[in-house]
């Protein structure tokens, strides 16, 4: 069975000090950890492009994995909403040639943003299992300073830039169990780009996310046949600070099981879920994880992945 085998990440160093953003628009320390959850938000540099940022995710995960190969790579997907350029031709082919992988590789990119992890690794399981593939990358970046307006306070002093690959393959330590899927169309005004600049419609998808996310998780558990007492550690989007903490309270179960860690990092949208996963699930002794992405789409994807 297909399972997920490593994840590697680039996060780059520069980046914009949020108790700054946070003075010029008159919002304090407490508001800056609490609401927003973030100290400090990294930003690419303004000559790297979205297929850079991927390019970096995947030589930190081959240096990880010395026994992977470049020509072992059977398929590549990039999830993202800001590739290069105006997206056309698709982000992931860029990667190949970047990367050097070999002209056989099935690449193609998944068009979502804070849902778009858990859409893609069940996206990716499925296209290798159907056609007997052995090594797949699953990659993700979605650089919002690309579009975020450095003077809208309800964005700027949210998201950061990085960039995740994860390697799916055989006798993976980690399996992909039950998962749920939704859409909702008729919330796409609260997240859109217009003419190039991002706009968020915060207590909406707040709101959202609150009525959605934890209701989710429970019809998740119960169709797993699993109790929230199963579960070693919820890591869901970090969308903010504000969004963790409610979401883990609506939950009615062990809030301390919901994973916060966005200080250095922000929201980092389709990376915010392997970032965690890459940062706390391989060296601990979790063996039952539950993920929750969310967001543009409005969409969201539900899923519990496990120790084999």
């Not at 998944?110 to 290798?128: E, N, R, T």
């Not at 989710?216 to 919820?234: M, N, P, T, V, Y």
Request: hydrophobic content about 45%.
């Amino acid at each position: 069975m297909i399972g997920i085998k490593s994840i590697a990440s680039y996060v780059p160093v520069a980046g914009v000090d949020n108790y700054a953003q946070g003075a010029k628009f008159a919002k304090d320390e407490e508001f800056i950890l609490g609401k927003i959850g973030s100290a400090f938000l990294p930003r690419k540099d303004a000559g790297q492009e979205t297929s850079d940022l991927c390019v970096e995710a995947v030589n930190a995960l081959f240096a990880a994995n010395p026994e992977l190969k470049r020509e072992a790579i059977d398929v590549l997907i990039v999830v993202t909403q800001n590739g290069d350029e105006e997206g056309l031709p698709h982000t992931a082919a860029i990667v190949q040639d970047k990367l050097g992988l070999p002209t056989t590789v099935a690449a193609f990119d998944i068009s979502l943003g804070c849902s778009g992890y858990v859409y893609g690794i069940y996206a990716i399981k499925g296209f290798m299992e159907a056609a007997g593939l052995k090594n797949g990358l699953l990659v993700t970046a979605d650089p919002y300073s690309k579009i975020v307006d450095p003077e809208d306070r309800n964005t700027t002093m949210l998201f950061g830039d990085a960039a995740t690959a994860t390697w799916l393959g055989e006798d993976a330590t980690w399996q992909l169990g039950k998962a749920k899927f939704g859409t909702d169309g008729s919330g796409a005004p609260h997240l859109k780009v217009t003419d190039g600049v991002f706009f968020m419609n915060g207590r909406q998808v707040f709101n959202f996310a609150l009525l959605k996310v934890p209701a989710h998780l429970h019809e998740l558990l119960d169709e797993s046949g699993l109790k929230s007492d199963d579960i070693d550690a919820f890591c869901i989007h970090q969308g903010s600070a504000a969004i963790v903490d409610a979401v883990a309270r609506r939950f009615e179960g062990n809030p301390d099981k919901f994973i916060k860690d966005m200080v250095e990092t922000g929201n980092t949208v389709s990376s915010s879920i392997p970032l965690l996963l890459e940062k706390h699930m391989f060296d601990s002794s979790w063996k039952r994880v539950a993920l929750s992405g969310f967001g543009v789409g409005l969409s969201w994807g539900s899923a519990i992945i496990y120790r084999s």
